[in-house]
């Protein structure tokens, strides 16, 4: 049993970002404990951060180790660095990250740094924007790299929205022609009475120039006589 604790413990690695002192105000004075901040991480795309009290450090520690590796997320990455850049705004703190290329290191505070290491972040650029506070700091550096998966997923849902759309395109294209057609044939009701009117104008000239030349056909045939 032991040596399967050790060996699981190897797996991961620990980073104890930082140790507070705490009071608390009870019937009989004040009681002293600790608080740990701690991530986890087996450098391979996965990490989790955890908060723990306890009356000694160590046990603050060992707590928040576990807290950590229970809320532990796999994020995706590309290479030795994220795929894409990303900002997160946790309380009063801005944490930016950044792709960078092969070779450029972990660019970022000590916050920043311990999150994205353990992560197996090689390459990385950062920024710390607002609070200074390092609590803060690490669960906006969380919140970035779990947003790296989030967009992923995103951009797969739009590409399936796009497939979607795609398909209904032709039934749109058809009620498009079948509504025009509708139209052109309006159209055409509305412009028949115009044309019987005209045609209906010019038979009554006709016979106008029918009867006249009638009339003209008489008076020649009595001015012969």
Known sequence: MADFVKSE????????????????VVAGGRR????ATVVVGDKNGSVGVG????????????????????????????GTTIP????VKFSGAKVFLKPASKGTGVIAGGAV???????????????????SNKINNVYATFEALKQLKAINNKQETI???????????????????EEKADEAVKEEIAKSPKI???KAAEAVKIEKKETKAKKDIKEVKKSSK
């Not at 002293?32 to 608080?35: A, K």
């Not at 000694?56 to 809320?71: D, F, T, W, Y």
């Not at 894409?84 to 900002?87: D, P, S």
């Not at 353990?118 to 920024?127: F, M, N, P, T």
């Open 159 to 177: 590409n399936k929205k796009t497939e979607k759309k795609m398909v209904e395109n032709p039934v749109k294209e058809e009620n498009e022609i």
């Open 9 to 24: 413990e190897k797996l991961y690695d620990e980073r104890v970002v930082q140790i507070d002192r705490i009071t608390r």
């Open 196 to 198: 019987e009117k005209e």
């Open 113 to 131: 740094r311990a999150v994205v290491e353990v992560a197996g972040i090689h390459d990385i650029l950062s920024k710390m924007i607002g609070s």
């Open 84 to 87: 894409h850049e990303v900002m």
């Open 51 to 78: 908060i723990a009290k306890g009356r000694e450090v160590v046990l603050a520690i060992n707590k928040a180790s576990q807290k950590a590796r229970k809320s532990m997320v796999k994020v995706t990455l590309k």
């Open 32 to 35: 002293l404990r600790f608080r």
